[in-house]
């Protein structure tokens, strides 16, 4: 079946820093890839998503490229802040009502 | 903004009792979700639901049951609770079709719970 690997954590960095959070995946076809961000408290939301190869998605300063040949879908920043400090989660799915697949989350803590 | 409403955030109950937990949302989504989330194992899905009265099975739905009577509402029942179902519960919901919003989930606050 479908799966989602991420890089483990914690990952700690100075502020400014740069910033890459891994992820592959296994699947089938051409899956929509989306990273979400869980800040401490919180649920889960959505950061970033692509849905075809190639795409690159993009908000509040975080880039993620849609690479079918490597089939990953790595989270970049380049200048992470302390408020970026939060759990990242990579997920894929198939259109239609196939459920999202998840890694297991990678953390995140940036230090002043 | 999509709303996703879990009822209680903090719950501590005690082995063999049945617990509820309640998730409400307010933008007509078809699709709804049940998550545990674990240390170290990331988010499991429990059970979801496309429309009312429709239940499918997740990847780890022993011990638990849910129930969907209303489009709006989704809850997951745990019948006679055990100290393994410690965790983090989230629920979800999303839209359905093949617009820029499909299959982007909403997710609730979480509920804690503890059982001892």
């Known amino acids: 079946g479908d799966s989602v690997t991420q890089m483990e954590g914690p990952v700690t960095l100075s502020e400014e820093a740069f910033l890459t959070i891994n992820c592959t995946y296994t699947a089938t076809g051409y899956p929509s890839l989306f990273w979400y961000v869980q800040y401490p408290g919180e649920g889960l939301q959505l950061l970033l998503k692509a849905t075809k190869a190639d795409d690159k998605g993009s908000n509040k300063g975080f880039e993620a490229t849609y690479r079918k040949e490597t089939t990953s879908f790595h989270l970049e920043k380049g200048s992470v802040q302390v408020s970026d400090s939060a759990v990242y989660f990579c997920?894929?799915?198939?259109?239609?009502?196939?459920?999202?697949?998840f890694g297991k989350g990678t953390r995140l803590s940036v230090i002043a | 903004d999509v709303k996703v409403t879990q009822s209680s955030r903090y719950l501590v109950k005690r082995t063999g009792e049945k617990v509820f937990l309640e998730c409400v949302q307010d933008m007509d989504h078809e699709n709804m979700f049940w998550y545990r989330q674990d240390p170290g194992l990331g988010l499991r899905l429990i059970y979801f639901?496309?429309?009312?009265?429709?239940?499918e099975k997740g990847d780890i739905p022993e011990g638990y049951s849910v129930s969907r009577e209303k489009k709006e509402r989704f809850s997951l029942i745990l019948e006679s609770a055990s100290t393994n179902q410690t965790s983090m519960y989230l629920c979800?919901?999303?839209?359905?079709?093949?617009?820029?919003?499909?299959?982007?989930?909403?997710f609730g606050a979480g509920s804690r719970l503890t059982v001892l």
């Open positions: 639901s496309y429309d009312v009265k429709m239940k």
């Open positions: 997920a894929l799915t198939h259109s239609g009502n196939t459920p999202l697949v």
């Open positions: 979800a919901s999303s839209l359905v079709g093949r617009s820029s919003g499909a299959n982007v989930l909403t």
